[in-house]
């Protein structure tokens, strides 16, 4: 096995380590001792790759954001499908369910739970301004005011999903969600063009996959901050 | 001081007390003996108003919702209004707070947190029904959906708002909610007459209190049934 991929794996092996603890046993409780005996690994290990525990949090926070999509031409397109493909990893994927518990965990007063919103926030906001640069926004959108939206309605949302089946549901939600809010911010041209379809999420998955798979150096931003660094 | 009267006000102080408990030590760890001391009640009292622990938090979820507000000819706009004016109420009453902390917490195992969404859904449901009836929706909006993702986007946003700015910018998030959501539901010649200003909570809030006043019984379903059972 190749140095980065190495490192990459073992990583993830660490964060998942490290969201597992912490959605047992909380934030604020989790110690480090606890996520080195789950993920197998030396404590030199752990420190290469995240400096303190609320670097590992940011890991878990970054996890949830961290996946190539295939780019469309329609800006609107790629912020559906990133919805779709939160929504649907959210049911598949442990890391990226213990991501939005840590974000939600009301008793982690020690933690800065505004960073894992600002980070989505952000990404939210550069998806929303390309689209406005096009032309595929109504002239009266406020990007910030509409990702900032975006944020907390797909947060209540997932949450309500969570209550109510455990999250079975969850991709019908977000694809009412995105029926009530895109007509009244895209113009009509790029609204008809839009696949807001539950069943598009694992298709897109598939796609970026075998993305990642011919380029895996860029399969997530925070694996390859760390593998260089090797 | 009427009977009836003196009924509601120990009811009321009963539940800020239950409301109190709950936010400081969770709805787990609280006992029916801290509230009866923060209240200053008789055992007698608490138990011919609530039946139990949960019976209590029941009532603390319903008075987030009964409050008369004053009929509106659009029942669009009574669905704005109470909107508009739970944001109002999550700012400045104690006990609206700790209806929606003990709906979003996540440690009460043994209470059924889906009790206090269903009821404010059922409550969107029927507020929705009737605007469809009088014509006021678009012909393809579906009542049931609509109603659950507006009770799961205004969850994550006030959540979201808690946790950027202690909810202080929360009517105006809220207005942007709908001002997202209404174009896709409402019918054009309704959706221009609404008012949608973060400034209109205060003022429906002030004449439904004076309605209040007039009529003190019909203040909260709640209350009508505790000391009608007197």
């Known amino acids: 096995m190749a140095r980065q991929e190495r490192a990459i794996r073992t990583r993830r092996t660490i964060l998942e380590a490290a969201a597992a603890v912490f959605d047992e046993r909380g934030y604020t409780s989790a110690t480090i001792g606890e996520i080195l005996d789950r993920a197998g690994v030396t404590k030199g290990a752990l420190y290469f790759h995240f400096g303190s525990k609320e670097e590992l949090a ?5 996890e ?5 999509l295939p780019p469309q031409s329609s800006k609107l397109q790629e912020l559906v499908d990133s919805g779709l493909v939160l ?7 442990p890391l990226v369910r213990a991501s939005v518990g840590l974000a939600l965990d009301q008793g982690a007063m020690d933690l800065d739970r505004t960073m894992a919103f600002g980070m989505w926030f952000d990404q939210n906001v550069q998806r929303l301004a390309e689209a406005k640069a096009q032309g595929e926004l109504l002239p009266h959108v406020d990007v910030a005011e509409t ?3 975006l944020v907390g309605s797909f947060s209540g ?10 999250r079975q549901d969850l991709e019908r939600r977000v694809v009412v969600l995105f029926e009530h809010f895109l007509p009244s911010i895209a113009v009509p041209a790029v609204l008809a063009r839009l696949d807001i379809s539950a069943e598009r999420a694992e298709r897109v998955l598939a796609e970026g996959r ?9 399969a997530s931003p925070g ?7 090797t």
Do not use: T, Y
């Open 58 to 62: 940011v890991g878990v926070f970054e």
């Open 64 to 68: 949830q954001l961290s996946i190539a």
């Open 87 to 93: 929504a649907r990893r959210l049911r598949s994927e």
């Open 147 to 149: 990702a900032e939206l």
């Open 157 to 166: 949302v997932q949450l309500l999903s969570q209550l109510r089946c455990q």
């Open 210 to 218: 075998e993305q990642v798979g011919a380029v895996p150096a860029q």
């Open 223 to 229: 694996a390859v901050r760390a593998s260089s660094a």
